[in-house]
């Protein structure tokens, strides 16, 4: 069948460059399940209100600290979620693979599904420029991220271009194919 959700819970990972899709896939995709929680980093970051630093921010040992904390608060969210019954569909930016296997490890034994949105720099430009001027971000590191995860992680999960699909043909696509094209093993 290959749907997520036909068994127990797995967690699902829904990763890729700014502009990529993440927050908007990742709505459509926890409205189609029957029992899903989405799990958004950027919101769980938004909850430091005093003393937050940016992801590439200073102090960099700060900056370090609190991506680990938004990761671990990440993976204790899906793992309360996921033991509830829940499918947790987290959003995040994961940039390497050390901070991949600190998902896995804090996840474990629970399957997840790892899917890195990749409709490539130049569509992930231009769907920031379209976005909603608040929502935008400055983000000049486009080739260097997408180069560098591919380095880190590329063999891992699965990597779908979207860049031809609407939202919605990739939330679908997700649910439907995720489970035999995602499992992280």
């Known amino acids: 069948m290959g749907v997520i959700e036909s068994g127990a819970p797995e967690c699902l990972i829904v990763t890729g460059m700014p502009a990529a899709g993440k927050s908007t896939v990742t709505r459509l995709v926890a409205r189609r399940l029957a029992r899903s929680a989405r799990i958004d980093g ?3 970051n938004e909850m430091i209100l ?6 590439l921010g200073e102090p960099a040992d700060e900056a370090a600290r609190q991506v680990e904390l938004c ?7 899906a793992n309360n979620f996921a033991d509830a019954g829940f499918t947790p569909v987290i959003d995040c930016v994961i940039p390497t693979r050390e901070q ?10 629970r399957p997840v599904l790892f899917v890195v949105l990749a409709p490539g720099s130049e569509v992930c430009r231009y769907r920031n420029t379209i976005r909603d001027p608040e929502q935008r ?3 000049d590191g486009y080739e260097a991220l997408d180069a560098g995860m591919r380095h880190e992680f590329g063999h891992v999960g699965w990597w779908f271009d979207t860049s031809a699909l609407s939202p919605e043909q990739t ?3 997700i649910v439907r194919e995720a489970r035999h094209r995602a499992l992280v093993k």
């Not at 991949?100 to 034994?109: Q, V």
């Open 171 to 173: 939330a679908e696509q």
């Open 137 to 139: 971000f400055d983000f």
């Open 100 to 109: 991949l296997d600190f998902f896995l490890t804090l996840l474990a034994p």
């Open 42 to 44: 950027d919101d769980l």
């Open 71 to 77: 990761n671990r608060n990440l993976c204790t969210l």
């Open 50 to 55: 005093s003393g937050r630093v940016w992801a």
